[in-house]
């Protein structure tokens, strides 16, 4: 068994599809519209299934915000440098909520991002070469 997907419900679609492209570098994969039930999915992510685990961003239709609630915590991204991803983050327009530094009580170097609909996506610093993205 592995996971295939995580699922996010967005309220602008083209809006997320960019951030986690152009922002997070993750490729956008592909997309399915359904109209008679008021839907569009588009897939992300660094590499397709079977390989790889994807995002899945849910748009449904006329509805552009979510209350997110208190049970979902964060998505999490392998980066190589959590200080240059912070700052490529910026430089792209994103929303770092917590700069690169050691987590409390440790020393893995972590920061937080925001994607547009207010998601919580940790980057998690590497250096055994597991990377998310060279742009990152």
């Known amino acids: ?12 679609l083209q809006r997320s599809i960019d951030f986690y492209t152009k922002v997070l ?11 008679e039930y008021k839907y569009t999915l588009a897939f992300v992510g660094y590499g397709s299934n079977p390989d790889h685990a994807e995002l899945e961003l849910t748009y449904n239709y006329g ?12 998505l999490a991204v392998a980066v190589e440098d959590a200080y240059k991803a912070c700052a490529d983050v910026k430089a ?5 909520t917590r700069e690169a530094g ?4 440790g020393s893995t170097v972590i920061a937080f991002v925001q994607d547009p ?14 990377s998310a993205s060279a742009t990152l």
């Open 25 to 35: 570098g993750m490729k956008l994969l592909r997309t399915n519209d359904n109209p």
């Open 92 to 96: 792209q327009g994103g929303n770092v």
């Open 63 to 74: 509805v552009e915000s979510y209350d997110q609630g208190t049970a979902f915590g964060h």
């Open 117 to 130: 609909d207010g998601y919580k996506v940790e980057l998690i610093e590497r250096k055994d070469g597991i």
């Open 102 to 105: 050691p987590v409390k009580g």
């Open 1 to 12: 068994m592995r996971i295939l997907h995580t699922m996010l419900r967005v309220g602008n």
